[in-house]
Every structure is written in structure tokens, then in C-alpha cells.
């Protein structure tokens, strides 16, 4: 969800970026605009061309936006991926002159650290159909000018905003007349218009199918391609940074896909650009199919989703075998296994008719069960084991349940008298509703006892699509009847089932081990993920100390349901102890108690921050910037740098370049940089120069730096 947000985030921020950002100060061009020619910006050369000379009246000619980097550097397509943004145009147009979208050729996928951007490296162009009324009329030269104010961000190990006035004059022809466009084949703009996406061909298919979190998108071209990729026209439908598996078809080609991290709600549909070559790609939109299965890779000779999911649906059946045994359940069972016994043989038809009737009533509460939780599911409310144990405040709640109902187990307390004493008066009723309204008894006693096959079948099946889901608990409910089931058809096995004794109880017991052992993974989950990197910080220690404390306090809600079971007093004592229990790691994990306080930047404050005898460390930053996001992640919250930049001793501030701001701007080129990441500590001795860190940090630059610096 974190990811999710902030990629949202980084959406809206550069959309409301400035017009002005960044290159009015830094990024100057290297001659003035306003006539044709190549403009030089750090890091890379831009120029509007056209390819031809003229536009003819009521014609269309193609110009480009041309940009050559330097090595290593980026600029992006309409969809930057992790972070970043396209170039944006705004253009100034005569009377009767329009121009069309901006164009993207089909990108690459440019690995960065832990992510992906989606752009383009070495040179590029972004061409835009420029159209002239036949009421257009040219200037004294005979000319239509056309101006554009371009935006763009580029990109390496730092990003940095450029923006440039460009003029182009064009030639205004007759209507009618043939104009040149030889550009259109030739140099990068030819090249571009080359690598535009095409027109699918007839006969071309697409289907795109889910299963959980997995994703599969399937072409079928009539030929096997050399390769084949998906690029996402929007943000949030796919991991961007997850590689992407390709299976080659003899007719096609099926690629393997993930869903985007901590994304709401089933995907709809799949819209983007399918690249088989640089001169192959197609804009296509596929819905998308969930289903209970998908296609392995071909290279593994068979499909592992699908052995999972038949996996699951075993387990359900067993785990709801296995419930029949429970002490809760159990003599449920028996007692209405001793009754066949008193049948007569022209009974044996209706005997057959209470079982059906019973087994109606388990798959009729499970049912229930399930379409609730699909409405939830598609209300938002994600109830899986999928993602969402990268939520701290699932993991603990989860933890905190699995605790409760694993106490019950080990016999801390009775949690299914409550339930049997609530249900049992509608279990008493004759005939055929009597053994239905019995399966549902049955059902809802039995759902403290989650097993170990049970809750591993649930937790898969709740993470699956609907489908999956249903055929999951179907069976756990086929699992639970099965038995009672069996013996409305043969009577005489009756014989063969065990006496109730203290044999049930020791059973019970012994199925809460795997949901401790179930509960201390997740206390260790939970700590990880206040973690950076691969170093479990003071903050992760911390919160999970508050979620055994929470378990603390489950442990003696259980006790005193246990001490003075089925009591109005106990079981509002226990309720507040539990909610108390839920709300301390929930809260603690929706704060950050143990963040860096930093501060906003100025030159005055970090002048005055020297004169009391402080260094200062400013962390130079933009939302838009995806060095400055890992670096912060990994480096400035560790643990060992947050206790430096809250020791007292140095003042961490943050100047914040999202938007354009001529203080920032100022800032960054009176220690020479340009760009941000930039991170400078201004040493507290105010003759001393400011120390300018690499653009990569490290926690050995940091603390090293941090050092030197504090003892000028």
C-alpha cells in the first residue's frame, strides 16, 4: 500500500509542477531562443525539427522534438513508471495552425536500483502532427513560426528538470500544393516514426487472465516473435520492477506478469503498449479474465497455480474432516450418528433425505460465509493473504486472532459454548428442518477450530479469485458433512466411530501448535516491516515489543473467559481487553514516533543553526526524483543514521525541489550542483566549506561524513 500511495503521489506533484521549474535557473540553454538550431541543457541537446521544409493549406506536416543524451542518461515515455514524467509542450500557434498530442515511440524498460523507468536513452524523438486551416496566413517571410515551451525531466543517478522556448519556421504553401516529407523516413525523427505503435492486423487476439496477484497476457499473432513485452499506459496495474517472463507460442507468445503492489480492487483490464520489436508494437486494451488456475511457465512442464489450487481444495476437505473431531463438533456428530442406529430399514429413505438436509445446512453457512467476504473483497476491503501482509496493521491484527483462537485450542477457555447455547435451540427442531438448521450449528461451532489444513486452505483461498475462493470453502464444507453424510447412506458404520473422551481434547490441543508457531512468524513479519533493508532497526524492536504486549493482553482476555466462562461481566471485560489489544499495534504501526524531525530549509535557518554551534545536514529532494526516494529509504531512515540526525548535534532539514523554488534553486548552485539527490552538511564551524556528499549515498558515507563534519 505504501508503494501505491506514493507512486499516486509522485503522480499528482508532477502534475502541478511548475512551468518555470528548474531550467530557468540551472538549465539555462546555451543561446537564446527564438531562432532554429540544436538548444544545449545539462545533459542533453533538444531541437524542434520538421520533416520538410513546408505545410501546405489545409495540409499536415510531422516536426519532433529531437533529444540526445549523454550516456547513461533518460528521458521518459507518457508513462514514466516508478517515478519521473514525460516531456509536457505548450505551444503559441498562429490563426488557423494546430498541433497534435505528443507522440511516444515505444519505450524501453530502464532497470534503476529496486525499480523501473519507462523511457528512452541515446536519442530520441517525439514527433506531433502539425495541421494548417486554409484560412491560415503567412508572415512577411512567407512563413507560418511555430513556438513551443517545452518541460522535461532527465535523468541518471539524479533527475533534473529542464525547460526550453523552441521556434521553428515552416513555409506556407497553396492549398493543394505537394510539400516535402522526407524527414519522415530519415534521421531520429524518422526513427521515431518508425517506432510508433502500429495498427493491429486482423487476426491479431489478446486475452489477459488473473489469478491472485499472478497475471497472464496472451498474444496470438498467427507467428512466433523473438520477444515480447508489456508496457502499462497507466500507473498501478502491474509490479513495474518485476520481471516479465515470456512463454513464445508457435502462434504467439504469453507473457507473465504480477499485479501492482498493494493495488485496491480485482484489475479490470490490462491497457498499454505490447512491444515485440522496436519497430513492432501495438496499443491494445484486454480485458481481463479471473480464473482459478493459470498456464505455468512452458519451460517448467505444467502449471504450478493449478497444482496449488487443486492442493487447496484437498486440504479444504481434509481440514474439514478433521473438524468433525473437534470437542465442539464431535458429539454433535455422534449423537446424530447414534440416532441411525434407531432407524428401521423402510426408514433408511428418509434417514438419507436428513442427511442431504444436513449437509444443505453446512454448505448453505459456508456459502454464506463466502459471499460475504467476496463482498467485502469487492468493496475494497482486500481480506487475503496476498499483499496484505505488507500492511503492519493486518499482520498484527491477523497475529492477534490467531492467538485468540489457538488459546482456545490449548483450552485456556471454551470459545464454542457461547456459540452451541446460541445455536442449539434451532438444532432441536423435527424433521428435515431440524438436520439442516443442525449442519448449520455444526458450521458455526466449528469456526473457533481452524487446523492446520484448514486455515492453510483458507489463507490460499481468500488471496485467490472468486471462483477459486468458493470451490475452497465448498470443500472445507463437503469435508465437514462428509462423515454424518456417509452414515445416513450405511447406517451400520455407526458402529465403527469412537466413543467421545479425553482423547477429542488432547487432539484439540495439540492443533493450536502450528497456529503459535503461526503467530511468532508473524511478530517476526510484523518487525520487518519497520525494517531497512536488510537491518532491523531500533523502530521494528520497538513495535514489536508493543505487539507482545497486545498479545499480553489477549493471553489475559482469554484467562477470564476461562475463569468465569458464558458471564455478561467476563465477556465485556474480555472484549476491552481485546479491542485494547487490536488498537495499540494498529496505532503504533499508523505513526512513525521514531522518524527523523526535519526541518524545511532556508539559508536563515541554516545560518542560524551554525551560529548555536550545530552542523546542519539538508537533504535536497523532489517527489518526481527516484534516487532521492531509495536513498531516503535505505539510508537516512536506518537505524544508525536516524540516531545521528537525532542526536542533537547536527539539524536535519529538507529542501524540497517537487516544485520549483528560487531559494533551492539558489542553494544547489552555490555548492555547484544542479540536480537533486544533492545532500550537503553545513559543518558547525561557519568559516569551514560545506561538505557535498556523493549523489549515491551509503551508511558509511553518512556516519563518516557526519563525523568529520562535527568535529570542524
Known amino acids: 500500500m ?374 467485502l473483497r469487492a468493496g475494497g476491503r482486500q481480506l487475503g493473504w496476498g499483499f496484505q501482509l505488507q500492511s503492519p496493521g493486518f499482520v498484527a491484527v491477523l497475529a492477534l486472532f490467531l492467538f485468540f483462537f489457538a488459546l482456545s485450542l490449548a483450552g485456556v477457555f471454551d470459545f464454542g459454548l457461547s456459540l452451541t447455547s446460541a445455536g442449539g435451540g434451532l438444532a432441536q427442531k423435527g424433521g428435515y428442518a431440524g438436520s439442516f438448521f443442525t449442519g448449520v450449528l455444526a458450521t458455526v461451532v466449528a469456526t473457533p477450530c481452524v487446523g492446520p489444513f484448514m486455515g492453510a486452505a483458507i489463507g490460499f483461498a481468500l488471496a485467490q479469485p472468486a471462483v477459486t475462493t468458493l470451490l475452497v470453502f465448498t470443500s472445507l464444507a463437503l469435508g465437514l458433512a462428509a462423515p454424518y453424510l456417509v452414515l445416513s447412506l450405511q447406517p451400520s458404520w455407526v458402529k465403527l466411530l469412537p466413543r467421545p473422551g479425553a482423547w477429542m481434547e488432547v487432539l484439540k490441543q495439540v492443533t493450536a501448535l502450528p497456529l503459535f508457531a503461526t503467530v511468532i512468524w508473524l511478530v517476526y513479519v510484523y518487525g520487518r516491516l519497520f525494517s531497512t533493508g536488510a537491518q532491523t532497526g531500533t523502530d521494528g524492536a520497538a513495535r514489536m515489543a508493543w505487539l507482545l504486549a497486545s498479545l499480553l493482553l489477549i493471553a489475559i482476555a482469554a484467562w477470564v473467559l476461562g475463569r468465569w466462562p458464558v458471564r455478561l461481566g467476563s465477556s465485556v471485560t474480555a472484549f476491552l481487553l481485546a479491542a485494547l489489544a487490536v488498537a495499540l499495534p494498529v496505532l503504533a504501526a499508523g505513526s512513525d514516533t521514531g522518524a527523523v524531525a526535519w526541518q524545511p530549509f532556508s539559508a536563515e535557518a541554516v545560518k542560524q543553526a551554525r551560529s548555536s554551534g550545530k552542523a546542519v545536514f539538508v537533504d535536497y529532494t523532489a517527489a518526481w526524483c527516484l534516487s532521492c526516494q531509495v536513498n531516503e529509504r535505505v539510508v537516512l531512515k536506518s537505524g544508525d543514521v536516524k540516531r545521528e540526525l537525532q542526536s542533537g548535534k547536527v539539524v536535519p532539514m529538507r529542501a524540497d525541489w517537487t516544485q520549483y523554488d528560487d531559494r533551492i534553486t539558489a542553494a544547489l548552485q552555490a555548492v555547484g550542483r544542479s540536480g537533486v539527490p544533492t545532500y550537503v552538511i553545513y559543518p558547525a564551524n561557519a568559516s569551514a566549506a560545506p561538505d557535498v556528499l556523493p549523489e549515491v549515498l551509503s551508511k558509511g558515507v553518512v556516519l563518516d561524513a557526519l563525523k568529520r563534519d562535527l568535529q570542524n
Open 2 to 375: 505504501e508503494q501505491m500511495l506514493r507512486k499516486t503521489t509522485f503522480r499528482v506533484l508532477l502534475l502541478l509542477l511548475l512551468a518555470q521549474a528548474a531550467a530557468c535557473a540551472q538549465g539555462a540553454p546555451a543561446r537564446e531562443a527564438g531562432g532554429p538550431g540544436p538548444i544545449k541543457a545539462p545533459h542533453l541537446t533538444l531541437e524542434m525539427v520538421s520533416a520538410g521544409p513546408a505545410i501546405a493549406k489545409g495540409g499536415q506536416q510531422t516536426v519532433g522534438f529531437v533529444f540526445s543524451m549523454e550516456e547513461g542518461w533518460h528521458v521518459y515515455w507518457r508513462n514514466a513508471g516508478y517515478a519521473g514524467f514525460p516531456p509536457r509542450v505548450r505551444w503559441s500557434l498562429a490563426d488557423s495552425i494546430s498541433a497534435g498530442p505528443l507522440q511516444f515511440p515505444a519505450p524501453d524498460r530502464l532497470p534503476l536500483e529496486s525499480t523501473v523507468d519507462y523511457g528512452y536513452e541515446d536519442s530520441t524523438a517525439y514527433p506531433v502532427t502539425i495541421s494548417a486551416g486554409t484560412a491560415a496566413k503567412p508572415d512577411a517571410a512567407g512563413n507560418v513560426l511555430l513556438k513551443a515551451s517545452l518541460n522535461w525531466l532527465v535523468c541518471k543517478e539524479t533527475c533534473i528538470p529542464g525547460k526550453a522556448d523552441l521556434q521553428l519556421p515552416l513555409q506556407l504553401a497553396p492549398a493543394g500544393t505537394s510539400v516535402d516529407h522526407a524527414g519522415e523516413q530519415v534521421g531520429a525523427l524518422g526513427a521515431a516514426l518508425s517506432h510508433m505503435p502500429k495498427a493491429v492486423p486482423a487476426g491479431y487476439s489478446f486475452a489477459a487472465q488473473s489469478h491472485g496477484d499472478d497475471l497472464i497476457l496472451t498474444a496470438r499473432l498467427g507467428t512466433s516473435p523473438k520477444d515480447a513485452e508489456f508496457y502499462p499506459s497507466e500507473g498501478d496495474q502491474i509490479a513495474d520492477s518485476n520481471e516479465q517472463p515470456v512463454d513464445l507460442l508457435p502462434d504467439g507468445a504469453r507473457i507473465h506478469l504480477q499485479r501492482a503492489p498493494g493495488a485496491k480492487g480485482p484489475l479490470k483490464q490490462l491497457v498499454g503498449l505490447l512491444k515485440l520489436s522496436p519497430e513492432q508494437s501495438y496499443n491494445i486494451t484486454v480485458p481481463v479474465e479471473a480464473v482459478a488456475a493459470l498456464p505455468g511457465r512452458a519451460s517448467q512442464g505444467g502449471s504450478a497455480s493449478t497444482v496449488t489450487a487443486t492442493g487447496a481444495i484437498a486440504l479444504a476437505f481434509v481440514g474439514g474432516m478433521l473438524l468433525n473431531l473437534m470437542p465442539c463438533v464431535f458429539p454433535v456428530l455422534f449423537l446424530k450418528a447414534l440416532s441411525l442406529l434407531q432407524t428401521s430399514s423402510e426408514e433408511r429413505s428418509r434417514v438419507r433425505k436428513h442427511g442431504l438436509a444436513y449437509t444443505l445446512g453446512i454448505l448453505v453457512s459456508f456459502w454464506t460465509v463466502v459471499a460475504v467476504l467476496l463482498a
